[in-house]
């Protein structure tokens, strides 16, 4: 038995509550795993020296009563892409942009 919802069920219920995605783009090895395990303040990228270790987008949330952001943790963007496996790289940070 699904429950049925109104219109009235979705609209804002705390008064200058915002919300939103916020992708984090960036070249290899540029920080956007470390810098999203610090703002999330647990480690849920995995952060190394060796560039490209991120292969799919990760997702954290920060909330509080004030305010909820989605961070997008993505792929580094290279300028030219040599395999199928760049490729994909490459797709699910375009992907995480239009999201965002």
């Known amino acids: 038995i699904m429950a049925q919802t109104s219109r009235a069920d979705f609209q804002e219920t705390t008064p200058g509550f915002r919300s939103g995605y916020i992708a984090i783009v960036g070249r290899p090895n540029a920080g956007k795993s470390t810098l999203m395990n610090a703002l999330v303040g647990t480690k849920l990228s995995i952060v190394t020296y060796k560039p490209q270790t991120t292969r799919h987008r990760i997702l954290g949330i920060i909330s509080n009563e004030d305010y909820q952001m989605i961070l997008l943790d993505t792929p580094g963007v ?23």
């Open 78 to 100: 290279m300028d030219k892409r040599k395999n199928k496996m760049e490729e994909y790289m490459f797709r699910s940070v375009r992907d995480s942009m239009k999201d965002a």
